[in-house]
């Protein structure tokens, strides 16, 4: 606090947004709780509907195969929307776009519950993803505005109830299943939507004196939006020519967004002029690699344990639960040791122990499944991932200013969602071509031990990528 009375100047942290004090003023956590139902309903419900496609494909007379599109045509309508958020929230503002989010959501969830065949419940959730592909990233922007400097602070405890999304889904789903109607996957939102909506209109502050006008980059819509969604798609369908081509076909339109939005600096979909600040761009790179090394290692321990090790789908989720725990932990004290240690201490710290905590994946693909290796591994894993992301959004926030704060959203929430993909592919593409000749079950260990190299080498680059950031909040400056 000192420091940053002492040079006003050079500190990044709005003074209208933020408590002057380190006490918290009840006031952000009220809007950041209500923020938080938006990504905590859409995280419920993916988790809801993902493990009931089997039942709903027998219930609506459909193959999986068609099926599935309940949750792929939800994720592509989420990604196509996604640049949208920062010029939305520029016109309209935030609070009114949250209001018709929340709204849209709520509504479509009636109509998957009223859905007649396969086909309509599949358009309604298309129609869901649209709604449901802005609510993070506003919830994210919301509480970054709401709570300054203590973001991490604030977040950490706010990412709980998102954790426990994927826990509490399953039981959910189960109880719908067993004791009523497949409907009520989707009918169980309204009770919710409405609680929100109502807190919504009680608890988030009116912004209407920030929206400006400013004109939709058309051009850029139509290359960044049908791009990523190309980019995604491709990317689960590499085993196939068509998957190779629409991925390839995603990479030259984003390719073709860059070299147009560098042209039109402010009046681009995406403001490059964010990236030209070391702290935001390390703290993107950070969030891309530690994203993508998290969501690859999602793909590739769960196939490791049944592919190599023969363990069933019912043994692999228990094995796996030392990860989630690890993450439910250590998430909420994230902030206090933020406040306590840094931003680069805990960020580093946390790629450093998560990228030692999978090398014992290359000990078991070598010597074979050990619990006692395992176990502690994986929970070192989700205590070392839950560090890493929450200090670098910190800091990239703390790096530009409050109306700079929804295009710097978009940006954030679109790196880090390519992340993912991008990991993935790799280790699976490669995964893929080291088992294409092998047979023997030792064979098989030793392909996902270099799938598993790649996976540490992940780590290794977003911990290089993590000691460039900012020791603390103090040092950050606009545009840095």
Request: charged share 10%.
């Amino acid at each position: 606090m000192a420091a940053m009375s002492q040079t006003p100047p050079k500190t990044a942290v709005d003074t209208t947004d933020a408590p002057a004090t380190d006490q918290l003023d009840s006031s952000v956590w009220k809007i950041a709780g209500v923020a938080l139902f938006g990504a905590l309903l859409a995280q419920l419900d993916a988790t809801i509907v993902n493990v009931s496609l089997s039942n709903l494909a027998a219930e609506l007379n459909s193959s999986l195969s068609t099926i599935q599109w309940i949750t792929s045509g939800y994720l592509l309508a989420l990604t196509l929307v996604l640049p949208l958020n920062g010029w939305l929230v520029d016109r309209i503002g935030a609070k009114a776009l949250y209001l018709w989010c929340f709204s849209t959501f709520t509504l479509c969830s009636a109509l998957c519950g009223l859905a007649w065949s396969a086909p309509a419940l599949i358009g309604f959730r298309v129609l869901q993803g649209i709604s449901g592909g802005l609510l993070a990233p506003m919830t994210q922007m919301m509480i970054a505005r709401a709570a300054g400097k203590h973001m991490a602070r604030v977040a950490g405890y706010m990412a709980l109830p998102v954790l426990l999304a994927p826990v509490l889904g399953p039981v959910i789903a189960g109880a719908i299943l067993q004791y009523a109607s497949w409907r009520w996957l989707f009918l169980v939102n309204l009770p919710v939507g409405g609680v929100a909506l109502l807190l919504v209109i009680l608890f988030l502050p009116n912004d209407q004196n920030e929206t400006k006008r400013r004109t939709l980059d058309w051009s850029g819509l139509a290359l960044l939006s049908p791009g990523l969604v190309m980019f995604l798609y491709g990317s689960e369908r590499l085993d196939h020519t068509a998957g190779l081509v629409i991925l390839s076909g995603g990479m030259v339109m984003m390719a073709a967004f860059l070299w147009t939005a560098r042209r039109k600096g402010d009046d681009a979909l995406i403001d490059l002029r964010l990236f030209s600040g070391k702290v935001f761009r390390t703290a993107a790179v950070t969030q891309f690699l530690s994203n993508g090394g998290m969501l690859a290692g999602q793909m590739l321990i769960p196939a490791f344990l049944i592919q190599a090790c023969g363990r069933t789908p019912g043994e692999m989720g228990w094995m796996l639960a030392p990860l989630g725990i690890g993450m439910m932990l250590t998430n909420p004290f994230m902030g206090a040791l933020t406040d306590k240690l840094g931003i680069r201490c805990v960020s580093a710290g946390g790629a450093l122990l998560t990228f030692a905590a999978t090398l014992p994946m290359l000990y078991l693909a070598a010597h074979g499944l050990r619990l006692g290796v395992l176990i502690p591994a994986l929970l070192l894993r989700g205590i070392g991932m839950s560090g890493v992301g929450l200090p670098s959004l910190t800091a990239a926030y703390a790096s530009v200013r409050r109306e700079r704060m929804p295009m710097a959203t978009t940006s954030l929430n679109i790196v880090q969602r390519l992340g993912g993909p991008t990991m993935t592919t790799l280790c699976a593409t490669f995964l893929a071509w080291r088992l294409k000749s092998i047979d023997a079950g030792h064979a098989v260990s030793g392909a996902y031990g270099w799938a598993f190299l790649i996976l540490c080498g992940t780590h290794a680059v977003a911990f290089l990528a993590a000691v460039q950031l900012p020791r603390r909040l103090d040092d950050v400056a606009f545009g840095e």
